[in-house]
């Protein structure tokens, strides 16, 4: 008989760990930061009505998009291709497949496709209700 409730006992953990181990999700940090990719730290965020935006920006090879700023927090993840930013003053970084980017607020900057396959972009932004995703240069 005390064979047979060790043998439930045992039976029910081995149940409960391969349920347990079965449902874990994996998470991986890709991005944690208090700045923007050019070391300019975030300010108290003041949003009265907040308002989130996921776009999906595919940017053809050979092509760059216009000069541009945004005014609200965002973020963009390279789901595929190569990426360079480019900053009016002429700072760069470049991101691959699976990078992210803390984008710059507030300054005017472009995106670039330097590799030889169309970039996906997802990009998240966060801000003032009705506030423009981002702002051509005249």
Known sequence: MKNVIKFAIVFVIMILCTTISAYSAQKDVLLKTTSTWDCAEYKKLKIKKPEVTVLKIVINVNEELPMH??????????????????????????????????????????????????????????????????????
């Open 69 to 138: 700023k945004h005014d609200l927090v965002n973020i963009a993840y390279v789901k595929k291709g190569i990426l360079t930013v480019i900053t009016d003053d002429n700072k760069k970084i470049t991101l691959h497949e699976g990078e992210v980017l803390p984008e710059l607020i507030g300054k005017y900057h472009y995106g670039k496709n330097t590799g030889n396959e169309p970039v996906e972009l997802i990009v998240f932004y966060i801000g003032e209700m009705g506030t423009p995703l981002s702002v051509n240069k005249k």
